[in-house]
Antibody, heavy 115, light 110 residues
Framework: EVQLVESGGGLVQPGGSLRLSCAAS????????MHWVRQAPGKGLVWVSR????????KYADSVKGRFTISRDNAKNTLYLQMNSLIAEDTAVYYC????????WGQGTLVTVSS | QSVLTQPPSASGTPGQRVTISCSGS????????VNWYQQFPGTAPKLLIY???QRPSGVPDRFSGSKSGTSASLAISGLHSGDEADYYC???????????FGGGTKLTVL
């Protein structure tokens, strides 16, 4: 059974940093592109970033470019999202997701940016 | 402003068939497949349809998807109250090199 478990969310002050992790199991992690998607309270889904299988190709939404870094450790079956210079607009539930052709999402971790 | 366009709301009565549309462009729906998600309040999105019209194991055949050109549709037949949820379409975008989503459609069963 595919499982994705996010962790690392919490309350952080504006300008602060957080590192999210996503532990994967139940599938060959190293064979799939992985994504982070976020959802602000009461809002829709917004794609944040993606990484290819080897970790040498990454892309970001304009809203997080230069502040967030996606990475993966295929030996540990874990996806990461390093978030720096956080602003209030980054407040959201962050989901990690296994890529196409049949995506699967974790349960999400809440990040709150507030003073 | 979402890249894919969905109606913000849809409604139907029990037993009825409803459709939700999703409009995109040549860089996303026009060149790749569409996925549909169902989301209940406070829970993670659940994959309902992938590759335009494929249902994951466990998804009832009341749910069906289709795609034509740069648009896609999700149809739900035999509507019941348990289908009240938000529905999102998604696709790969060749320009962004990432996923794009619709703004979501809130389905109400009257």
């Amino acid at each position: 059974e595919v499982q994705l478990v996010e962790s690392g969310g919490g309350l952080v002050q504006p300008g602060g940093s957080l590192r999210l992790s996503c532990a994967a199991s139940g599938f060959t992690f190293s064979s799939y592109w992985m994504h982070w998607v976020r959802q602000a309270p009461g809002k829709g889904l917004v794609w944040v970033s993606r990484i290819n299988t080897d970790g040498d190709s990454t892309k970001y939404a304009d809203s997080v470019k230069g502040r967030f870094t996606i990475s993966r450790d295929n030996a540990k079956n874990t996806l990461y999202l390093q978030m720096n210079s956080l602003i209030a607009e980054d407040t959201a539930v962050y989901y990690c997701a296994k890529g196409d052709p049949q995506p699967y999402w974790g349960q999400g971790t809440l990040v709150t940016v507030s003073s | 402003q979402s890249v894919l366009t969905q109606p913000p709301s849809a409604s139907g009565t029990p037993g009825q068939r409803v459709t939700i549309s999703c409009s995109g462009s040549s860089s996303n729906i026009g060149s790749d497949t569409v996925n549909w998600y169902q989301q209940f309040p406070g829970t993670a999105p659940k994959l309902l349809i992938y590759r335009n019209d494929q249902r994951p194991s466990g998804v009832p055949d009341r749910f069906s998807g289709s795609k034509s050109g740069t648009s896609a549709s999700l149809a739900i037949s035999g509507l019941h109250s348990g289908d009240e949820a938000d529905y999102y379409c998604a696709a790969w975008d060749d320009i962004l090199s990432g996923w794009v989503f619709g703004g979501g459609t809130k389905l109400t069963v009257l």
